[in-house]
C-alpha cells in the first residue's frame, strides 16, 4: 500500500497523475490519501504531523511524502528512508526529520534512479511515484545508501511549540505531543489564553480550550465554533506554555 | 465493500486515517467516499439524503456513517443497524432514521466491542471503522440486539420541508421526496417563489425552478445560476407548499 | 481501469454515486479520479486539458469523461471514442475533439444503450459510468459506429491561446503547447508582460513567468505567489504572443 501525503490540495489533476504514474509502476497497488491538503511548501509543520500521524501507518507499506519549498528544486536532493518495516519516499527537505529522530536506527538513500523523462516541475509524478511503487512491489532501493543527515535539518526541536495545520473546522493542531504536558497546563496563542479539557463537550458552546487530540497533538479547538477564525490564528503561529 | 458517508470535509487527515484503520481490520476491502461533506454536525438533515441515496448502496456492502453533534458523545450510542441486504454502523443519534422508518423489518444492535485504545474524539477511526470492517469481512455483529428505537428520533417526519444540502454549484436539495409533490406545484422558500421545471434547460438563464434531482429530491436550482447565493439559501430554510 | 474527468467538484454524493454506479457494472474495477474541478460546463478548455493529459492515461483504460453544458442535454449526444489503445466515455460536445484532432485514424460510436431508469440531470450516473464500465470489462461497444464528427466541433484551434484553467495555488494552465513556442517568447495576458523561465526558481519571489508545465502546456505562474489573483486571471482570458 502506498499512501499519499502532500500538499498538492483537492484541486487539479496533480494526484490523479500520481495515481496513474504509482499504476503504471506497479499496477494494482492500492493508494490512500493520507492528506493532500498540507501547509503549502511548509517542510518543517508538515514533519511534525507525520510524525503524530506515523504508528497508524500500516507496517510493509510505503509513505510518498511530497511539500516541496523550492518547486524545480535539485532532484539530488530525493531520498528513500526506511524505520522499523516502513519506507518513506520524497525531499530531503526535512519532512521526514521528525520520523528520523524518534525513530533510530533509521536507513536512509539519496535516489540515484532517474526517468527518462524528467520535468522540471513535477518530481512527484516522474520521481517520487515511480520510486514508491517500485519499493511497493518489493524491488531493491534504486539510490545508494546515505547518512541520515540527509533527509533535512537536524536541529528541529522533538515538539514544536506553534500552529502547524489548521483544519476545515478551524482546529488548530500544535506540533506538541500531549503526552508531554500537564493536563492542567494553560496555553496561550495570539494573545489568548487556552485552557485544557479533555474534549468538546466539556466546555461550553462558543468557548476555547486545548485538547489531546487523535493523532497524540496538542489541538486548540473551540467547542460548536470555528478556533482559528475566533482567535485569528495561522500555520506557524506560536504556543506559549 | 464499505462506503464513507461522513461531514468530515476533504481537508485533513480525517478520511485517510478512517481508511488506514479500514485497511488494518479488513485488507483489501473496497472503500468509496459516498460524500464527505454532509452539513456540519446535522444527523436529522444527512438522515433524509442517506433515505435518499440508499437504493444506490450495493447490496452486501456497509455505510459507515459518521455525523457527530456531540464530539466527545457516549460511545454507548454507537449501533449496528441492518435492513435488507445492507449494513449500517455508526452513531445512533438518527442518521439512520429515516431509512429505518422507510424500510421495515429493521434489524438494530448496540456495539459492545471496543478498542485497546479508544480516543476522546475520533470514534470514527477507532470504534465505527473497525466494526465496519469485521461487518465487511463477514464477523458476527460485535453488539447485543437492541430496540429500532435505539437509532434516534423516531418522531421525524418522513418528508423533511427543508433545505437539507448546497452542493458546490448551489444547487439547494430538500429533505422531500419529488414522488410526493404534484408536477404542477410551486414552492416558496426564503420569500421567492420557485416553480418546477423537468430539467435546467426548461426555464431560462438565471431563472430558479424545482424539479426532481438524480436521486429523487425536491431541489432548488437556477439555470446557469446559483441559487444558494440568489435566494439566499441555508441548510434548515424552511420550504412552504 | 476507469478515469473519471469531471466538472462536479468535490462536493457532494455526485463523485461518489458514479463510483457505485461502475461497481454495481463492473465489481472490482479500479476507479481513479483524474480531475473532478474541471472549469464548470466548458467543454472546450477541458479538451485541451485533456489532450495534455492524454499520454499519462494508461493503454487499455477507459476516460469517462463528464462536462456538460446543458445538464439534462439530449442523450442522443453520448458518444463512445476509440483513440489507439484507450477509451473515451461522454458527451458529445467537443470534450474529446482535441484528443481526435491530434490522433488519427479514431472510431466514433453513439451509445444506444439505455438503462432501465434514465434520469434528466444526471447521465454520468445513469449512462456514461455503466457504459464505462461495460468497455473496462471488455464488452462490446453498445452503440453505432458514426463519424469522427460526432464528437463535437471541429473547427477548434491546435492550440488554444487563453487560459484553461487555475489550479488551487493560482496557477494559470493555457490551451498552448509549450513545444510551439521558442524558449524566449514573451506573452501577455490582462495587459501584463510574462517572460519565459525555465522553472520557479529562475524568478524572484513575486515575479510571474510561464514555463512547460508538468503536462507540456503554457503555464502562467509566479514563484512563491498566486498568478491568478496577481493578475486577475480567468478561465477563458486570452493569451497575446
Known amino acids: 500500500m502506498i499512501l499519499l501525503f502532500t500538499d ?70 530525493a531520498v528513500v528512508m526506511r524505520v522499523a518495516d516502513r519506507w518513506y519516499v520524497g525531499p530531503g527537505n526535512g519532512l521526514f526529520s521528525i520520523v528520523a529522530q524518534q525513530h533510530t536506527p533509521t536507513q536512509v538513500w539519496q535516489i ?33 545508501p546515505v547518512d541520515t543527515a540527509s533527509v533535512g535539518p537536524q536541529d528541529w526541536p522533538d515538539d514544536l511549540a506553534e500552529v502547524i495545520y489548521l483544519d476545515g473546522f478551524g482546529n488548530a493542531m500544535t506540533g506538541m505531543r500531549a503526552s508531554g504536558l500537564s493536563e492542567r497546563q494553560e496555553l496561550e496563542v495570539r494573545g489568548h489564553r487556552i485552557r485544557p479539557a479533555r474534549t468538546f463537550s466539556e466546555v461550553a458552546p462558543g468557548e476555547g480550550f486545548w485538547y489531546a487530540n487523535g493523532c497524540g497533538l496538542v489541538e486548540i479547538a473551540v467547542n460548536q465554533g470555528n478556533a482559528g477564525e475566533q482567535f485569528g490564528l495561522e500555520t506557524g503561529d506560536s504556543v506559549v506554555l
Chains 1, 2, 3 share one sequence.
Open 112 to 144: 540515484t534512479w532517474r526517468p527518462s523523462r524528467l520535468s522540471d516541475s513535477f518530481h512527484g509524478r516522474d520521481l517520487f511515484a515511480p520510486v514508491a511503487a517500485m519499493l511497493a512491489r518489493g524491488d531493491e532501493v534504486p539510490g545508494d
Open 8 to 77: 498538492f490540495g483537492q484541486s487539479g489533476p496533480y494526484l490523479g497523475q500520481m495515481r496513474l504514474s504509482i499504476e503504471r509502476h506497479a499496477p494494482g497497488v492500492p493508494v490512500v490519501d493520507l492528506i493532500s491538503d498540507l501547509p503549502a511548501f511548509n517542510a518543517r509543520a508538515s514533519a511534525y504531523l507525520l510524525a503524530a500521524l506515523n504508528s497508524e501507518i500500516p507496517p510493509g507499506s510505503v509513505l510518498l511524502g511530497v511539500v516541496d519549498p523550492g518547486v524545480g528544486t535539485d532532484s539530488r536532493q
